[in-house]
């Protein structure tokens, strides 16, 4: 499928400075999916370009972002204000560089939750839904859904892609979160993948066959909006 691909800049605040996205869009694509990177890693990483590849294929066209802690290569992550300054900024480039297109928001791990805290907050109004790349709901080896409450305030259907080996996220806490959601909430399960959706050779799958299963999936899901 034929695909165009744009670097843009936008500026979230004054202090945090310009940062660069990634608008990959397929010929008559039928949604944008605005996608923040995680924690340890930026919007060029292999997994963010695979899933924008996946994604275009299924004619959605992604915007990719830098926070603006990565922009600079810096470890640790900007600010709160600044990170969700940063989502509702890299929303507005986006929608004004599509124009129209049906909008969806999320992202792999840190970006899909801090995304999912600034929907609760009630600053996303024209979002028709969200999607999280393995939604980070505790720290390793200490299950809770605490880091999840604030989903109850999110009033637009929301995808989890969630692996069964994923440790940030053991699925005795992220199913009946899900669940608590009702209607609005879709869980996917990745039969074992990690954090990362890695999956182990001894699986007899391949990381590729994830992708395939992650685009096929968030696909089917945009079709049912």
């Known amino acids: 499928m034929a695909t165009s691909l744009r670097t843009l800049h936008f500026t979230p605040t004054e202090q945090a400075g310009a940062v660069s996205a990634l608008l990959l869009r397929p010929t008559s694509a039928r949604a944008l999916l605005v996608l923040g990177h995680g924690a340890g890693a930026g919007m060029r990483h292999p997994f963010m370009q695979a899933v924008a590849e996946q994604l275009a294929s299924q004619k959605i066209a992604t915007f990719r972002y830098q926070f603006p802690y990565m922009e600079k290569g810096k470890k640790s992550p900007d600010s709160q204000t600044t990170l969700r300054a940063t989502i509702v900024s890299a929303i507005e480039t986006a929608k004004k560089a599509t124009r129209g297109l049906p909008l969806l928001v999320g992202g792999k791990s840190m970006g899909g939750r801090l995304t999912s805290l ?108």
């Open 118 to 225: 600034v929907a609760a907050e009630g600053r996303l109004p024209d979002v028709r839904g969200l999607i999280f790349f393995g939604f980070p709901l505790h720290a390793a080896g200490k299950p809770s859904s605490d880091r999840g409450a604030h989903l109850a305030q999110v009033n637009v259907p929301m995808l989890f892609l969630q692996g069964t080996r994923d440790r940030l996220a053991e699925l005795d806490c992220i199913a009946p979160l899900c669940r608590s959601l009702g209607k609005r909430a879709t869980l996917h399960i990745v039969e074992g993948g990690d954090h990362s959706f890695h999956v182990l050779k001894r699986s007899g799958r391949t990381d590729e066959d994830v992708q395939n299963e992650l685009g096929e999936t968030v696909g089917a899901w945009v079709s049912g909006l």
